[in-house]
């Protein structure tokens, strides 16, 4: 497996593992996908003939960078891919200067919070009706250590 910058022809496949993570009310729509592939850091997780098994996507302003969306083909799961994904989206948030990241995760996702905690991550607030009427989000920071990026 791999990680390499999403590519256009990646949209059939994210938006076919979005349709198996999400609901239809709640999946970004396959003109987001497009526009994030091209303006966003989009990063997916592949197998060598390029099936795609995971993605995740973020963009950074100044110092702040954010995470958008993370998602691991539900045949694939539990493997370490998203963990991946997450520390490769952080590697590139930092070198556009990101010193801190920003992500909003669904409270009804508790499998993503712990993904994200692992990781660093530190709940601040409670983000009421985030996901629509009902759903709730938790707004995570994380602080990089950007001394560690400066000697990659
Ligand atoms: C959340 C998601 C991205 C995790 O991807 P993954 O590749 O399975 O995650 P990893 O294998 O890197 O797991 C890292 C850690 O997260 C936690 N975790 C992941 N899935 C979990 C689960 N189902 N239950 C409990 N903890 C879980 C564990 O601590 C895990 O470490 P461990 O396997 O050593 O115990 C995946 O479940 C997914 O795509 N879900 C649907 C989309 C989604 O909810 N995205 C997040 C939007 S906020």
Same mark, same amino acid.
């Given at each position: 497996?791999?990680?390499?910058?999403?590519?256009?022809?990646?949209?059939?496949?994210?938006?076919?593992?979005e349709?198996?993570?999400?609901?239809?009310?709640?999946?970004?729509?396959?003109?987001?996908f497009?526009?994030?592939?091209?303006y /966003? @850091?989009? %990063?997916?997780?592949?197998?060598?003939?390029?099936?795609?098994?995971?993605?995740?996507?973020? +963009?950074?302003? !100044?110092?702040?960078?954010?995470?958008?969306?993370?998602?691991?083909?539900?045949?694939y799961?539990?493997?370490g891919?998203?963990?991946?994904?997450?520390?490769?989206?952080?590697e590139?948030?930092?070198?556009?200067?990101?010193?801190?990241?920003?992500?909003?995760?669904?409270?009804?996702?508790?499998? /993503? @919070?712990? %993904?994200?905690?692992?990781?660093?991550?530190?709940?601040?607030?409670?983000?009421?009706?985030? +996901?629509?009427? !009902?759903?709730?989000?938790?707004r995570?920071?994380?602080?990089?250590?950007?001394s560690?990026?400066?000697?990659?």
């Open positions: 497996m791999k990680i390499r910058n999403a590519q256009p022809w990646d949209l059939a496949q994210i938006v076919q593992i349709g198996l993570c999400f609901p239809e009310e709640t999946a970004f729509p396959p003109r987001m497009s526009y994030l592939i091209r /966003a @850091v989009s %990063l997916v997780a592949c197998e060598p003939d390029k099936k795609v098994l995971g993605f995740i996507m973020g +963009y950074n302003s !100044g110092k702040a960078g954010a995470v958008y969306t993370l998602d691991v083909h539900p045949g799961r539990r493997k891919i998203g963990s991946r994904l997450l520390a490769s989206l952080e590139r948030l930092a070198l556009l200067g990101a010193q801190a990241i920003r992500l909003e995760a669904a409270l009804d996702r508790p499998e /993503a @919070v712990e %993904l994200y905690r692992k990781a660093g991550y530190q709940e601040r607030e409670l983000v009421r009706n985030y +996901y629509g009427r !009902g759903n709730h989000a938790v995570m920071w994380k602080n990089l250590d950007v560690v990026c400066l000697t990659m």
